[in-house]
């Protein structure tokens, strides 16, 4: 890894090296641009370091970054756990807000804008595909509008597009008070679920019940299973141990969406209960599906959302926000679990 200061670099396409000829920038024209980004240095710290991108791709939106949310699979991806997926960035982030540099396709010049990225939001430019855009409503501001893209865009995948939730099921929710959690909880009560939360303490009970969660539940405080009803629909991100008491949980024609394997990547599975329930056990992810199936997905939920985040009925859920110097603070505070919602870079100053 090269020391961090001033770094020259032949970033290409997202800042995949192994695109050294990509037509995309060739065609531009362009010699290479300066963009300020996060990298790793020789100590594994993430430090403001300075590239030179290959250009512009003629079929990306340029964005000036003005906030980044911050994930766990940026903290994942740092560890070594999760390499970004073959041609996306090396650079962690996955959304951002700012504003758009130049007119391109439908977006213009100065429009506000929030972006579904692979990778590389942890920089002052980003390239984004056309449909992986959507328009940042005047009433939120950049911090508001990082906090959307993944969480809201995960979720809404997860509950819609694959959990099929109908008005009036039952829908459980593990770590409720997460980013993703947190825009669940506000999805399933908008259509019309009866929602439940597993989450790690009172405090994040209380505050999941103020976001509007019907049940709140301190795993830390007893079998989250006991006493519950049983479920339509579990949105877990805990995998392992859950495995089995989430079957049980289940009702019949239940389904249940993995996203995340937080407490571990193997669990104990009792098919006679899963034929019994007629239940579908689904995981997925969203990092690593196409660009296409991204804009579909950017196009349908903003289309059938977009009112309610100008109305107040869906919001972003910002835990807290840092200078994107101190992304080290950030890091540490979503690693340590104490985040409630979003954890926000600022690139404002
Ligand atoms: N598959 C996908 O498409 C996709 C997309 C985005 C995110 N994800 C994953 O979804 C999860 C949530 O993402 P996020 O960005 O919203 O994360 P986040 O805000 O960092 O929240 C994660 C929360 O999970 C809870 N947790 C951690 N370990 C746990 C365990 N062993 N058992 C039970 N709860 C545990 C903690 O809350 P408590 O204090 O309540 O325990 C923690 O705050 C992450 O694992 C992320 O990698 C998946």
């Known amino acids: 890894?090269?020391?961090?200061?001033?770094?020259?670099?032949?970033?290409?396409?997202?800042?995949?090296?192994?695109?050294?000829?990509?037509?995309?920038?060739?065609?531009s024209g362009e010699k290479g641009i300066i963009v300020q980004v996060l990298k790793a240095d020789a100590q594994g710290r993430l430090v403001v370091c300075t590239v030179k991108q290959g250009g512009q791709a003629p079929d990306r939106v340029e964005v000036r970054v003005k906030a980044a949310g911050v994930n766990r699979a940026d903290l994942l991806q740092l560890a070594g756990h999760y390499p970004p997926p073959p041609g996306a960035s090396e650079i962690p982030g996955l959304e951002v807000a700012g504003v758009v540099a130049r007119d391109q396709g439908p977006w213009h010049r100065g429009q506000r804008v929030m972006a579904l990225l692979d990778g590389g939001g942890y920089a002052d430019r980003v390239w984004v595909p056309q449909g992986q855009l959507m328009p940042l409503p005047d009433n939120l501001d950049y911090i508001q509008g990082a906090a959307i893209p993944e969480a809201f865009l995960t979720a809404y995948q997860a509950l819609m597009t694959i959990g099929d939730l109908a008005a009036g099921e039952r829908l459980l929710i593990h770590a409720g008070a997460s980013g993703v959690g947190s825009a669940a909880l506000q999805l399933g009560r908008l259509l019309g679920a009866e929602v439940t939360i597993t989450c790690g303490s009172n405090d994040k009970a209380a505050f999941c019940r103020g976001l509007g969660a019907d049940r709140a539940i301190n795993y830390r405080a007893g079998d989250w299973w006991q006493g519950l009803e049983e479920q339509d629909l579990i949105l877990d991100m805990v995998g392992g141990s859950y495995l089995d008491p989430n079957l049980r949980s289940l009702a019949l024609d239940g389904r249940i969406v993995t996203l995340?394997?937080?407490?571990?990547?193997?669990?104990?599975?009792?098919?006679?209960?899963?034929?019994?329930?007629?239940?579908?056990?689904?995981?997925s992810t969203l990092?690593?599906?196409?660009?296409?199936?991204?804009?579909?997905?950017?196009?349908?939920?903003w289309r059938r959302f977009s009112d309610s985040f100008v109305s107040g009925e869906l919001k972003p859920v910002v835990d807290s926000s840092y200078p994107w110097q101190q992304v080290a603070q950030a890091h540490r505070r979503m690693a340590a679990n104490e985040n409630r919602g979003k954890l926000i870079l600022s690139l404002e100053s």
């Open 287 to 301: 990092r690593n599906r196409t660009s296409a199936y991204k804009a579909r997905l950017v196009q349908r939920f």
């Open 1 to 27: 890894m090269e020391p961090c200061g001033v770094v020259f670099s032949e970033f290409h396409t997202n800042g995949d090296r192994s695109h050294k000829h990509d037509s995309h920038f060739e065609s």
């Open 260 to 283: 995340a394997m937080q407490g571990g990547r193997h669990g104990q599975l009792d098919f006679a209960r899963l034929l019994a329930k007629r239940a579908t056990l689904t995981g």
